[in-house]
């Protein structure tokens, strides 16, 4: 039975990182969509390609908070909210749900907003800030 959801999460995991590869992520909507996803999923190859050089050490620590979790995303939309100090700053609605030990939780993506950068040429995720409301 274990393994039969073991196999079912991988298989969930996979067709998100499939859809991540489809979404554009050369704009600030698009991988920021792409490094949620990759958070959901614990891909820490995906999450530091997403993120600016300054950021790419909490690309892992964020890869790694959902590992041991069952995590999905529930209806995520993001839009471009504006700018702030050269960063082009994301804001999503959604939630991220996660079990682990049998407890289920519920992470609000419009609590924080993303910070974005262009970097080499591509667009980064460059940190959070804690979202107006």
Do not use: H
């Not at 890869?63 to 069952?70: E, G, Q, R």
């Not at 529930?74 to 959604?94: E, H, K, L, R, Y």
């Not at 030990?101 to 609590?111: C, M, Q």
């Amino acid at each position: 039975m274990l393994r039969k959801s073991i196999l079912i999460i991988i298989a969930v995991l996979a067709l998100i990182l499939v859809a991540c590869g489809n979404q554009q992520t050369d704009s600030p909507v698009g991988v920021v969509q792409s490094y949620i996803a990759g958070r959901v999923a614990s891909d820490s190859a995906l999450l530091v390609s997403l993120s600016c050089k300054d950021q790419e050490s909490q690309a892992q620590t964020d890869a790694d908070s959902f590992k041991s979790m069952k995590a999905s995303i529930d209806s995520m939309s993001c839009n471009q909210a504006g700018t702030d100090s050269g960063f082009t700053i994301v804001a999503c609605q959604g939630k991220v749900l996660t079990t682990y030990a049998g407890e289920s939780r519920t992470w609000n993506l419009g609590d924080r907003n993303f910070k974005t950068i262009q970097e080499d040429g591509k667009w980064k995720v460059c940190g959070t800030t804690t979202a107006n409301k």
